[in-house]
């Protein structure tokens, strides 16, 4: 088992900043891809960012140019700063990783004042 804890998320007005932190520890020997994942009230979970284990990465498109995810191997650690943020990215967000099978954290909640 794996176990994915995330940090960092809160209250920030519109054009604002946070850095979200996740994680991982339990049974690793070759954590793979990771992720970060949001979920707006009332919508469906999306599919934020992700990096590979050499630190490539892609993006959903509306967050381009402004959310960067980064990781570190050593401390199976995966960041995500998010800078300029809006009122619709309000939502619980959520780490994702990929260890034999994919895991998911509790989620940190992210709103974002207008």
């Known amino acids: 088992q794996v176990q994915l804890l995330e940090s960092g998320g809160g209250l920030v007005q519109t054009g604002g900043s946070l850095r979200l932190s996740c994680a991982a520890s339990?049974?690793?020997?070759?954590?793979?891809?990771m992720a970060w994942y949001r979920q707006a009230p009332g919508k469906q979970r999306e599919f934020v960012a992700t990096?590979?284990?050499?630190?490539?990465?892609t993006y959903l498109e509306s967050v381009k140019g402004r959310f960067s995810i980064r990781r570190d191997n050593a401390k199976n650690t995966v960041d995500l700063q998010m800078d300029n943020l809006k009122p619709e990215e309000t939502g619980v967000y959520y780490c994702s990783a990929d260890e034999r099978q994919w895991y998911w954290g509790q989620g940190t909640q992210v709103t974002v004042s207008s």
């Open positions: 339990g049974s690793i020997r070759n954590l793979g891809n």
């Open positions: 990096i590979t284990v050499t630190g490539f990465s």
